[in-house]
């Protein structure tokens, strides 16, 4: 079992940065691909980027690429959202996903999930 806990979101003007937190309860984290999501109110939710077990591949969400950055520390078992240029539309509570079958965009093979943290970019 690996609980995951989110921590970093807020409240920033368009415009703004936030990091995003993820830390991990598990020994062997670093066999874990990780993947952030997020879902705004109303919409379902969606993949924003996932890095591999060692850090090596990246993939984003077309609608982030280019202002967020995903990263791991497996040493310190957290993973990080680095999120710069923000916009309203990126809105949403944002969720970190731990995965067994490797960095993936759909959120099925994910097998543990964090409660989320909120955030909020106002216009």
């Known amino acids: 079992q690996v609980q995951l806990v989110e921590s970093g979101g807020g409240l920033v003007q368009a415009g703004g940065s936030l990091r995003l937190s993820c830390a991990a309860s598990?020994?062997?984290?670093?066999?874990?691909?990780m993947g952030w999501f997020r879902q705004a109110p109303g919409k379902e939710r969606e993949f924003v980027a996932a890095?591999?077990?060692?850090?090596?591949?990246?993939y984003y969400a077309d609608s982030v690429k280019g202002r967020f950055t995903i990263s791991r520390d497996n040493a310190k078992n957290t993973v990080f959202l680095q999120m710069n240029s923000l916009k309203p539309e990126d809105t949403a509570v944002y969720y970190c996903?731990?995965?067994?079958?490797?960095?993936?965009?759909?959120?099925?093979?994910?097998?543990?999930w964090g409660q989320g943290t909120q955030v909020t970019v106002s216009s």
């Open positions: 890095i591999s077990q060692s850090g090596l591949m990246t």
């Open positions: 996903a731990a995965s067994t079958a490797g960095a993936a965009r759909a959120q099925s093979l994910y097998n543990y």
């Open positions: 598990a020994r062997t984290f670093s066999r874990y691909a």
